[in-house]
């Protein structure tokens, strides 16, 4: 018996092959800017390999190009989108260029904010990290002014409301090393388990503290290996991959 082609979803092939993550996808099909066999494509197209897919005019080839991942070293200064009005020097300035794929961040760091960036061409791997479903812990070293009352730590991780938002830490805890009270700032590690804009900032805000400096220094079970320095890279090898996939969720990847 002959078996039936399967059909997949056009925003999923087309992120599969690493032009963007789906809700981009889904974007560029409302606006027009995808064709399927001459007509122009709709949210809730299915595809065929056999089918002809145009993107802005461009054919695209459905097989699927080998993904890749990097782990990056973000430093403070750089922005996390693909354009800037402002000129701002990019982290995707700093990676490798690519032929008919696109780097897609996991995540966003703002423009003051260092440190563990991911980095993958794979759009559904992509989305899967970023979901708040994944619950994938995000760890950061904040240096914070002044001393910190231990009542407003306990405010942190039981949850302040900003923005209509219930916004808290999962965990805080002074750095051992920096616990002398007459120095003028103090570090903490804190972690949260989504990653609002601008999150961490906005919790030290609500309780008086200033943050003068902040670095993402874990992100699940990525951490920043010491031979990767500030604004560098790392293209991550299959046992990286594999916990990637693991992280996400995905198993039976390589």
Known sequence: MEETPKSEKLQKVLANKGLGSRRELESWIE???IYVNGKVAKLGDRVLISDEIKVDGRLQNQKARPQRYLLYNKPAGEVCSQRDDKKRKKVFDSL???TGQKWISVGRLDINTSGLLLFTTDGFLA??????????EREYAVRVLGNVHPS???????GVVIDNTLMKFSDIQMSPTLEDEKRANQWFYVVLM??????????????GCVVSR???VRYGTFFIPSSVKVGQYKELGKNDVRALHALAGINGVL
Do not use: C, D, F, T
Not at 194 to 207: A, D, F, H, M, Y
């Open 194 to 207: 989504e990653g609002k804009n601008r999150e961490v900032r906005k919790l030290w805000e609500s309780q």
């Open 127 to 136: 989305n899967k990290l970023m979901h708040p479903s994944s619950r994938i």
């Open 96 to 98: 490798p260029k690519l």
């Open 31 to 33: 606006a027009r800017r």
């Open 214 to 216: 902040l670095k993402r």
């Open 152 to 158: 407003r730590i306990e405010a942190m991780k039981s």
